[in-house]
């Protein structure tokens, strides 16, 4: 467990104790839990997260990763952008077949922040080219802050588009993150506290003495 961990690349923080399943709604919360139990990966199914960003998607995608490796999962967590670089430098190596061969001994591969930057024509290519080399044999984890409409800013064009959607939703759990975002809730928490304890010194200016 400990090795299949270190290979992870998981955040070690974003686990399943440390989620805030009550700020969930009940139907995502039921999603996750079956996802948890980590069957979804012996069928190839794929796991989508959509939402804005500070959501939770991140969070959940390896709160997931964690308890497959608890179960003796293998899973590889990469940011899109980084993933993008390894498989372009394997191409112009000549080492992609054996890149791919390698990716594809984890079972689940979780893919953060997919359209977060914008890709050309030849990233678009190599990220078409893994998500076909894995169809139907293993599993996709996938966070984004776009929905499909808007995903021709991943792919080169709409042909490639649709045939990338085709792929990863035909065996699928899509996960909708509709909920404020932790980072934005936590810093107006503080800023009410800080408001807060200033109301508190101005009308009772002895209390800080």
């Excluded at 959940?60 to 372009?88: K, W």
């Amino acid at each position: 467990m400990d090795r299949l961990r270190r290979a992870s690349k998981l955040l070690a923080g974003k686990t399943w104790g440390t989620f805030e399943h009550e700020r969930t709604p009940v139907k995502l919360r039921q999603q996750l839990n079956g996802l948890a139990e980590g069957d979804f990966v012996d069928r190839s199914v794929n796991v989508l997260a959509f939402g804005l960003p500070g959501t939770g998607k991140t969070h959940a995608m390896c709160a997931i990763g964690h308890r497959l490796v608890e179960s003796g999962r293998s899973v590889l967590f990469i940011p899109a952008y980084r993933l993008v670089q390894d498989i372009l430098a394997a191409k112009r190596d000549l080492e992609l077949p054996r890149m791919l061969r390698k990716l594809d001994n984890f079972d689940l591969l979780v893919i953060d922040d997919l359209g977060y930057l914008p890709q050309g024509a030849e990233e678009s290519e190599v990220l078409f080219t893994l998500i076909a080399e894995r169809y139907e044999r293993r599993s996709l984890g996938i966070t984004s802050n776009l929905v499909f409409s808007e995903w021709e800013k991943v792919f080169s064009n709409r042909m490639a588009t649709a045939a990338a959607i085709d792929r990863i939703v035909h065996h699928s759990v899509i996960l909708e993150f509709d909920v404020p975002s932790y980072r934005t809730n936590t810093a107006q928490g503080r800023q009410l506290q800080e408001r807060q304890l200033q109301t508190t010194v101005t009308q009772d200016p002895e209390r800080t003495e």
